[in-house]
């Protein structure tokens, strides 16, 4: 098979819903795997009333009250109602912008839309464009530019507007 068919099969298999496609020829074989479509995700903090906790009760004979077994808050969870944040979709390096000579795509202080681009995840040599799926101001840019990043991980710090 020749690079041209290989990459008219790309192209192909983009446009359509197909999420893999495996070609054999002889000896060749050749298996295409579509990126899963991109979903920015945000996390908004519970909405549950605080508790007070039960006092501690009286140390016996020397033995001292057992340690709280509370969780410690998440070290990036949004400092109110009004804060989310974006995380990355899939496993890739993180752009700012479409190319090194180009701008930025957001800065903090920029208002954004819904189905603005927000940044690029580069997965397999596949350019995936991240929008934003709420409108917004950016906080904070929670990573630096072309950095490795995992699923799940916090990008951007948004307050919703």
Known sequence: MEYKQIQELIKVINK???????IEEGDFKITIKQAQTTETHYVMPPQQPQLMAPAAPQAIA???P???TAAPAPAAAPANDK????????IG?????????KPVFVNVGDEINVGQVLCIIEAMKLFNEIESEIKGK???????DASPVEYDQPLFLVEIA
């Open 93 to 101: 390096t993180f752009y700012r912008s479409p190319t090194p000579e």
């Open 138 to 144: 950016i906080i904070k840019v929670l990573i630096d």
């Open 16 to 22: 359509s819903n197909i999420s893999e496609l495996t």
């Open 66 to 68: 057992a340690a709280s």
């Open 62 to 64: 020397g033995v001292a």
């Open 83 to 90: 804060q989310v944040i974006i995380k990355s979709p899939m």
